[in-house]
């Protein structure tokens, strides 16, 4: 595909997610240990609504990235309070692709060994949410770490990556994937006792590791998802809503546990924290 079109379809999928996007131009600068660092950022006057829009700025855009050496930035509007994209950031292209064949995303080449991918969940998410699932996520695929705060800028596919220790490469849009939504109920955070706390998910099954395995090798589910009832117990969490998610984990993990497993489960853990 041409830059051009390659810009239309990430929009066209971004916009078929989300109703508002954002774009800027940033500047990088090296810094005394040799790598680049974020001088200024410009954020766009114009937001993108429909693919129509896209018109009117890519003027702007090019310039920016051409004429001034600047990287372009998308994402979607920070104004909104939730949305359904998860960015998850410097991915090798293996881990990236696994994502692409079990969930619905796009997938985006930033550099020849980094990519990013836009996960398409099942339920609108908030800021904070957001942020819960990228932590969790990031340890599980191999993304950076670095890369949870939100709202979080993406590069945008037909542009230039313009850094000053590296020679000019293109971003691509490697593929638009239509499979399964992702659910991101196992790595919430629930909230509870008048505040957020954190809840960990048991072993979180879901995404696939970079070597595509389930990760679920060793490890004693049931051990995890007993201590995941008694955390949440003590935390004041109610019992239905603690059974539900391990139920919903079970499922997410592809075992095969008896109707009551749940409940017993709890109900051992009541037992335990008295």
Request: charged fraction near 25%.
């Amino acid at each position: 595909m041409t830059p051009v079109r390659q810009t239309q379809q990430f929009i066209e999928f971004m916009l078929s997610h989300v109703s508002l996007i954002e774009f800027a131009a940033a500047r990088y600068v090296l810094g005394e240990d040799g790598r680049s660092r974020v001088h200024s950022v410009k954020t766009a006057r114009r937001t993108v609504q429909v693919l129509d829009d896209l018109d009117a700025l890519l003027p702007w855009l090019r310039a920016q990235n051409a004429s001034e050496g600047l990287n372009i930035w998308v994402r979607p509007a920070s104004s909104l309070e939730a949305h359904l994209l998860l960015m998850l950031d410097d991915l090798p292209l293996s881990s990236a692709q696994a994502v692409a064949h079990k969930y619905r995303c796009a997938a985006v080449e930033t550099s020849s060994r980094n990519h990013q991918v836009w996960l398409v969940a099942n339920q609108p998410l908030s800021r904070e949410q957001r942020q819960d699932v990228a932590k969790a996520l990031c340890r599980r695929i191999g993304s950076d770490p670095g890369a949870i705060s939100e709202p979080r800028w993406g590069r945008l596919p037909g542009f230039k990556q313009m850094k000053p220790e590296k020679p000019s490469s293109w971003t691509n849009l490697l593929s638009i994937s239509t499979a399964a939504l992702f659910n991101p109920t196992p790595y919430l955070v629930s909230k509870c006792d008048g505040g957020r706390r954190s809840l960990p998910a048991p072993g979180a099954g879901g995404v696939p590791s970079a070597s595509g395995a389930s990760g679920r090798e060793g490890v004693d589910m049931s051990r995890r998802e007993f201590a995941f009832a008694c955390h949440a117990l003590r935390a004041g969490v109610d019992p239905a809503a603690v059974e539900q998610r391990i139920a919903e984990h079970v499922d997410a993990t592809d075992r095969r546990k008896s109707r009551d497993y749940a409940a017993r489960t709890v109900a051992a853990a009541q037992r335990a924290v008295g």
